[in-house]
C-alpha cells in the first residue's frame, strides 16, 4: 500500500514537471506572437523532412576523397589517417601510380562508418588534404550494415 502511494506520488510528481515545462513554453510563444521580445527563447520544434536544421561550419559529417584533376584520388597512401583513426575503421592498400611524381596510390581506400566515431583525427592527420568530413550528409542510416561500408568509389561521389 506505502509502495503504491510512493509510486502515485512520483507520477504525480512528474505531470507537474511536464506541465511546468508546458506552460513556460507556451509563456515564451504567446509573447512571441504577441511581438514582445525576451531574452529567453520558447522552445522550437523543427519540422524535420520538410525543414532542416542548419549545420554549424565546423560540423564534422559524411566523408569525401578528393580528388586531382585527372580524377584520381590525392591520396599517396602515407597510412597517417590509418595509424591516427581511434576506432580503427579506416583500411587502405597502396598500389605503384604509373606517375613519376607520383610514387603510391590507394588501390583500395575503405572506410566502414558502422565502426567510426566521426572525430576527424583522419582529416587532421592527412597531409595531402585528401580525405575530409564536410560533405553536409547526416543522413547516413541504412537497412544493411554492409551499406555503411564506404570504399573508393562511394567516398568519391
Do not use: W
Request: hydrophobic share 40%; glycine share 4%; charged share 30%.
Amino acid at each position: 500500500m506505502i509502495r503504491a502511494l510512493g509510486y502515485f506520488i512520483e507520477i504525480i510528481r512528474g505531470s507537474l514537471i511536464t506541465a511546468r515545462h508546458f506552460m513556460a513554453n507556451m509563456f515564451f510563444h504567446i509573447l512571441k506572437v504577441l511581438g514582445i521580445k525576451t531574452k529567453r527563447k520558447g522552445a522550437v520544434t523543427i519540422q524535420y523532412p520538410e525543414e532542416k536544421k542548419e549545420l554549424a561550419s565546423r560540423h564534422r559529417s559524411l566523408h569525401r576523397i578528393m580528388t586531382r584533376e585527372d580524377g584520381q584520388p590525392r591520396c599517396v597512401v602515407c597510412m597517417l589517417c590509418v595509424t591516427v583513426c581511434p576506432s580503427e575503421c579506416i583500411y587502405v592498400e597502396a598500389a605503384e601510380d604509373p606517375d613519376p611524381e607520383i610514387q603510391k596510390r590507394p588501390s583500395q581506400f575503405v572506410i566502414d562508418l558502422n565502426r567510426c566515431c566521426f572525430c576527424g583525427f583522419c582529416v587532421e592527420a592527412c597531409p595531402e588534404d585528401a580525405i575530409r568530413m564536410d560533405t553536409g550528409k547526416v543522413e547516413i542510416a541504412q537497412y544493411d550494415r554492409q551499406d555503411l561500408i564506404y570504399d573508393l568509389d562511394k567516398l568519391k561521389e
